[in-house]
């Protein structure tokens, strides 16, 4: 049975771990703990290890779902959830003051890996526009 692991990432409160607990198909195992510093402002908990759920397809192939903390504090998980990784989800807040800058910062952070971005909460805000993302991710081949 074939089996693969994608990595969820991302700025803080982009919604990493709503992700994976509204697709996994296992309850999700969470590391959420109070905030306590800037992110307090925002929402009262954040991850603080990782995230993880499973998605069983037809076939009987499983996709493991590893979600990172947005803090970049805890930025040593990100290369060790990486490892064997066969992609990454980038997720983006539509709603931060300049959405490109922290696009810019992941995929700086994550190099040499697929990687499919997500723009969230674009229902609080309806710019940058999906194309006006698209335009500025084309700075790497490989992705959307
Ligand atoms: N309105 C709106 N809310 C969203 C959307 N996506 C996620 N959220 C909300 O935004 C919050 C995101 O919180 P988390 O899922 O904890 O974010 P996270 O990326 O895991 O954050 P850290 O672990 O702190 O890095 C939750 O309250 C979600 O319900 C969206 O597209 N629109
Ligand atoms: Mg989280």
Redesign the pocket.
């Known amino acids: 049975m074939s089996q693969y692991k994608i990595i969820f990432t991302?700025?803080?409160?982009?919604?990493?771990?709503?992700?994976i607990q509204s697709i996994s198909d296992v309850p999700p195992i969470k590391t959420?703990a109070a905030a306590g510093d800037m992110?307090k402002a925002r929402?009262s908990?954040?991850?603080v290890a990782m995230?993880y759920g499973i998605m069983h397809l037809d076939d009987g192939e499983k996709i493991h779902l590893y979600?990172t903390?947005?803090?970049e504090r805890f930025d040593f998980m990100w290369d060790i959830l990486s490892v064997g990784g066969l992609g990454l989800v980038l997720?983006l807040d539509n709603t931060c003051a300049d959405p490109f800058q922290d696009m810019k910062f992941f995929l700086d952070s994550f190099a040499d890996t697929s990687v499919a971005i997500g723009i969230?909460?674009?229902?609080?805000s309806g710019t940058p526009t999906v194309a006006e993302n698209q335009g500025n991710g084309a700075q790497r081949s490989d992705d959307f």
Do not use: C
């Open positions: 991302g700025p803080v409160g982009v919604g990493k771990t709503t992700a959420d992110t929402k908990e954040t991850t995230d979600g903390p947005g803090q997720l969230t909460q674009m229902d609080l």
